[in-house]
């Protein structure tokens, strides 16, 4: 079965949302980057979306993903809209952002109750969290906790097949 | 002169040569305000979109060969929201009502625009 399907990429500020969509982007992707006038640890930050298409196991897929902050918050509601399903991305080394990552989760999970699964970045920092403490502290199912690197297309790509084994199991 | 007192000085230059502009902002690129002449309730939310509309604005002038990003013009039947591209620090937004002039809009605005990319 190979009909598009729409997925949003979302989550914090410096989660990896944009690396992730530019690492799996199958031909050209769009960002909407723009420099970053506050101290957010990066230069650039993303003011409306990312937007690329990628295939994943002969599925393919149109990828949406939203700013991190807050005052972006519309868009988390714009981009939402007619996804089947969502990839809710949260550093592992920041749990100072994750009630940030619960907000977002729940708003998203609010305008519609998709299929989801938690990609957690940033493993390889020293005080790193587990992708299931992170999905608990979410109040998330555990086992759609994936940890991964967004840089790695090998990688990156495990949090999506994870998705659809997740929406196959609805379908 | 402090920068935002020059800006908001603008803002205000502005007023007084269109009295028909009901609110004026300017935004960082990144979506944080910087200074308006209007609700300071709506300022940040106004100033997040703004940025927002500039941003997906850029990426649609490029994809389809527009060149250089300038302007977004969004019209409702009471009124018009126009962004102005100010340098690459910023971004002017202005609120007319529907019957006004929108050539002499552009005109006093992308002036505006011109001193405020000086300034930033």
């Known amino acids: 079965m190979n ?9 914090p500020v410096g989660a990896g949302k944009s690396t992730l969509i530019r690492t799996l982007a199958k031909g050209g992707y769009v960002d909407t980057d723009a420099r970053a006038t506050e101290a957010i640890g990066k230069a650039t930050t993303t003011v409306a979306m990312d937007h690329a298409v990628m295939d994943v196991g002969g599925t393919t897929l149109h990828v949406f993903g939203t700013p ?29 952002d994750l009630p ?4 977002i989760f729940e708003f998203i999970l609010s305008q519609s109750e998709v299929p989801y699964v938690i990609g957690v970045t940033h493993l390889d920092a020293e005080e790193a969290w587990a992708p299931e403490e992170i999905a608990l502290f979410l109040r998330a199912d555990p086992t759609l906790a994936v940890g991964f690197d967004p840089r790695d297309p090998k990688d990156a790509i495990r949090p999506f097949v994870r998705l659809l084994d997740a929406l196959d199991g609805k379908r | 002169m402090t920068k935002q007192d020059q800006i908001t000085q603008l803002l205000e230059a502005l007023k007084r ?11 960082s690129p990144d979506g944080l305000p910087i200074a308006t002449l209007g609700s300071q309730d709506t300022a940040a939310r106004i100033a997040a979109m703004a940025a927002t509309a500039l941003g997906l604005g850029r990426r649609i002038a490029q994809t389809t060969q527009l060149g250089n990003m300038k302007e977004v013009v969004v019209r409702g039947d009471q009124g018009y929201f126009v962004i102005y591209q100010a340098g690459d620090k910023g971004v002017l937004g202005v609120t007319v009502p529907a019957d006004a002039n929108l050539g002499l809009l552009h005109l006093e605005a992308r002036e505006v625009a011109r001193a405020l990319a000086d300034i930033l």
């Open chain 2, 17 to 27: 040569s269109l009295p028909e502009v009901r609110e004026a902002m300017v935004a």
């Open chain 1, 100 to 103: 940030k990552a619960r907000q």
């Open chain 1, 3 to 11: 009909t598009p399907l729409k997925i949003v990429v979302t989550g």
């Open chain 1, 68 to 96: 991190g902050q807050e005052r972006f918050d519309y868009m988390w509601e714009i981009l939402a809209e007619g996804a089947l399903g969502t990839v809710l991305l949260a550093r592992a080394d920041r749990p100072g």
